[in-house]
């Protein structure tokens, strides 16, 4: 399923997604083709499914016009 028809059945709600096809290009991995899993209707349940996103899901607000997803080479993670 392309972005833009997943934007049209739901519109302004936050998403559950797999990413079936992306490409990558300066340091942004851009989603082409996606599979629904769930739409999600309550923002911090949406930020608590991000939180235990794994592989290839995400989750994502329909507002967005296109999934750009900046990649980190060294992410830096701060502990006590």
């Keep these: 399923m ?4 997943v ?3 739901y519109p302004d709600q936050y998403v ?10 300066d340091n942004v991995q851009y989603v082409d083709e996606v599979a629904l ?9 949406a930020t608590r499914e991000l939180l235990k ?3 290839n899901n995400i989750v994502y607000h329909t507002g967005q016009e296109k999934i750009a997803i900046e990649l980190r080479k060294n992410p830096f993670y701060r502990s006590r």
């Design 7 to 9: 934007r049209n059945f």
């Design 37 to 45: 899993i769930r739409s999600i209707q309550d923002p911090d349940e």
């Design 2 to 5: 392309q972005w833009q028809e």
């Design 16 to 25: 559950l997604l797999e990413i079936l096809n992306s490409h990558t290009k």
């Design 53 to 55: 996103c794994k592989n």
